[in-house]
């Protein structure tokens, strides 16, 4: 308990968590009452696996009729959002379906919730980008994510690109938070080592940002009586601090080896309860630069969360000295001295970014040092993610973030006893992630 918590949490009104839980939903559904669904996806789950065809005659069979639109594509843009809208509709015939399903990673996920919104009259997605109106009508959606993960299953966003410039903008609202979370570990078990070492480091750092995030009483809502996200509390931090364990525990397992089940049982429950942590308590700095990263490299989502990561915990060193010592502590990292166990947890999460085949640093991944303003100025003008940063002066911090980024130094590389301890410290502790 935190006796200033003000918690506003928004969980999925049902989560559904087992290998072959996919089963159970067509009978679920039809107890709800369903009857006419759309069921989002893309090419390789219509294609590749049994289960678009294993759900739609399992439903059929109980009476609910089910349109699949298989036109998905990694990171969604409002104008495939706004087209796939008209072909649904067009399917439709003027009917309007009870529910919409989504089948596969974030992308997949991101367009059915959109879609949400944009169904019932066939407006343009970027009717409800800025300010959605109040309480707006969205059909219920039951996400079923494949990916370990983006935890989008639990969220009130929807992330599309915006062609016009290359930029992300978000649709949310509560209203498009799934109704169903069905969380079906063995979806998995077919993603390849990129996809799951990308979708894995993006679970790691929802948990690692909503754990040190900014506190529910200090966070501003703006007024709002339903806020999307409102600040950490006890509640958030106990599902941050368990995907934490769970990350520290497979991540690398499950990358190295993607036929380990357990592994990917363990990423499956990280990646939710990560999204049960910062679906409420929201994210910070590592999403605010990432997000101006993937502005200028259109890399991975995950990849250019994962560059950021290290940097973004060396600025928290002190505001989060606490909570980066429990965080060492579920890395492994035995230091008696807690001040140093703290200053290593980033150098450990680097060798781990770098293990996961990501570039550890911003000149690696493409940035050219004059883009470096730049960059800070365009993180920073994501302003809800600024906001919730935990520091006093947040735009020396990006800056100096973004700086030691491109540089690829940490405080652990200059400040530690030598660098060949921290180098040796680092092995061990990855050897005894892995088990290797
Ligand atoms: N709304 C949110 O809260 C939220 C949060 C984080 C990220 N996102 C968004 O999620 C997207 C990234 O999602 P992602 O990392 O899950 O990847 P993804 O959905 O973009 O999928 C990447 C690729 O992996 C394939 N794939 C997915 N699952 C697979 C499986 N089980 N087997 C084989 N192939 C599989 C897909 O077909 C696709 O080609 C980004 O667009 C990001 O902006 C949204």
């Not at 530690?416 to 921290?422: I, N």
Request: proline letters at 6%; glycine letters at 8%; aromatic letters at 6%.
């Amino acid at each position: 308990m935190r006796m200033n918590d003000q918690i506003h949490f928004c969980p999925p009104a049902r989560v559904v968590i087992g290998c072959g839980s996919r089963h159970q939903l067509p009978a679920l559904l039809a107890r709800l009452g369903y009857r006419s669904g759309v069921l989002v996806t893309d090419t390789y789950f219509s294609g590749s696996t049994p289960w678009v065809r294993e759900y739609i005659d399992a439903a059929a069979a109980l009476g609910i009729k089910t349109i699949v639109f298989d036109g998905g594509l990694p990171d969604p843009t409002t104008t495939l959002c706004d087209d796939a809208t008209r072909i649904v509709r067009a399917h439709l015939g003027g009917n309007t379906p009870d529910h919409v399903i989504a089948l596969g990673g974030g992308s997949n996920i991101d367009l059915a919730k959109a879609m949400c919104v944009t169904l019932p009259e066939g407006r343009p997605v970027d009717d409800f980008k800025s300010a959605m109106p109040a309480a707006p009508h969205a059909l219920p959606l039951i996400a079923l994510p494949t990916t370990a993960g983006t935890g989008s299953e639990a969220t009130p966003g929807a992330i599309l690109i915006d062609p016009e410039n290359a930029t992300k903008i978000a649709v949310m609202d509560n209203v498009l938070r799934p109704v169903i979370a069905l969380i079906d570990p063995e979806y998995t078990y077919t993603c390849p080592p990129r996809v799951t070492a990308d979708s894995g480091i993006d679970a790691l750092t929802h948990a690692v940002e909503s754990y040190l995030t900014l506190d529910s009483f200090d966070f501003s809502r703006d007024g709002h009586p339903d806020p999307g996200y409102s600040g950490r509390s006890a509640l958030t931090m106990l599902f941050a601090r368990e995907a934490i364990d769970l990350c520290a525990r497979h991540l690398l397992r499950c990358y190295h080896d993607g036929s380990d089940q357990e592994a990917r049982v363990g990423m499956a429950y990280a990646s939710h309860y990560a999204a049960l942590s910062y679906g409420s308590a929201g994210l910070n700095a590592v999403h605010g630069t990432a997000y101006a990263v993937a502005g200028l490299t259109h890399k991975t989502h995950g990849s250019t969360n994962a560059v950021m990561l290290p940097y973004v915990l060396d600025a928290l060193r002190e505001t989060r000295a606490e909570e980066m010592v429990t965080l060492a502590r579920l890395f492994g990292i035995a230091d008696a001295d807690e001040a140093r166990a703290a200053r290593r947890l980033p150098a450990v999460i680097r060798a781990l970014v770098a293990e996961l085949g990501i570039p550890a640093n911003l000149r690696e991944f493409g940035i050219a040092e004059e883009e470096l303003p730049r960059l800070t100025e365009d993180a920073l003008a994501v302003t809800r993610l600024a906001r919730a940063f935990p520091v006093a002066d947040v735009p020396a911090a990006y800056a100096r973030i973004v700086r030691r980024a491109w540089d690829g130094v940490l405080d652990a590389d200059t400040e530690a006893d030598t660098e060949a301890d921290v180098v040796a410290d680092v092995e061990a502790d990855s050897e005894d992630r892995t088990g290797r």
